[in-house]
């Protein structure tokens, strides 16, 4: 299964892609209005947002959450991972937290 390089968000149909674009390799929601991937924060943040709703964690587990999904990504690897630094969920944690999704 295809998903997005910078959130790891799975990729199964065009509204996942931006301009609908299924060759993509970010999603819909980590791509700008030029095509671009987002900053890091800014991925970052909105991971946070999206697993407060779909999890119902508090702030503080969704970041540890978040850093723990996108530092799992080789994209983040050779970007620098600063804003990605602080504490992590573990993996079960993490486990637990996809379980009530
Ligand atoms: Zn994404």
Do not use: Q
């Not at 301009?19 to 999603?27: K, L, T």
């Not at 980590?30 to 946070?48: A, L, M, P, Q, Y």
């Amino acid at each position: 299964m295809k998903t997005c390089i910078a959130c790891g968000m799975p990729l199964n149909k065009p509204e996942d892609c931006p301009n609908g674009d299924m060759n993509a390799e970010s999603c819909v929601h980590c791509t700008d209005s030029n095509g671009e991937i987002k900053s890091c924060d800014e991925i970052f943040e909105g991971g946070v947002h999206f697993f407060m709703g779909a999890t119902g964690s508090s702030r503080e587990d969704a970041e540890k959450l978040v850093r723990k999904n996108m530092k799992a990504l080789p994209y983040w690897e050779d970007k620098g991972t600063e804003c990605l630094e602080g504490e992590i969920a573990t993996d079960e944690e993490f486990k637990a937290a996809l379980g009530k999704m």
